[in-house]
C-alpha cells in the first residue's frame, strides 16, 4: 500500500464521488443524498476502499449510514484529526 502524496479533502471526495457518477463535481453538493444521483452500493464500496488505501479510517458500514457527502467529509475529517 502506497503512501498518499496528500491528504482526503472534501473537494477531492467530490471529485471522486462525480467521476463514479459522470457527472459535474460542481453538481455534487454537501446535503445531496447521493443514492438519489445514482450511487449504488457496490460504487460505496469502491470508493470506501480507494479512500481507506488513501488514509481515511472509514468502513462501508459507516458509509451506507449516511449517505451525504458532508456526512461522509465528517467521518473523513474526524478519521484524520484521530
Do not use: K
Not at 447521493?34 to 488513501?54: C, K
Amino acid at each position: 500500500m502506497s503512501t498518499p502524496s496528500f491528504p482526503i479533502t472534501l473537494e477531492s471526495m467530490r471529485g471522486d464521488i462525480a467521476a463514479m457518477l459522470h457527472e459535474d463535481p460542481s453538481d455534487i453538493h454537501d446535503d445531496d443524498n447521493l443514492l438519489d444521483l445514482g450511487l449504488d452500493s457496490m460504487r460505496i464500496m469502491t470508493l470506501a476502499t480507494r479512500w481507506r488505501e488513501s488514509g481515511a479510517q472509514l468502513e462501508f458500514s459507516e458509509m451506507a449510514a449516511v449517505l451525504t457527502l458532508g456526512q461522509w467529509w465528517a467521518l473523513v475529517n474526524n478519521g484524520q484529526q484521530a
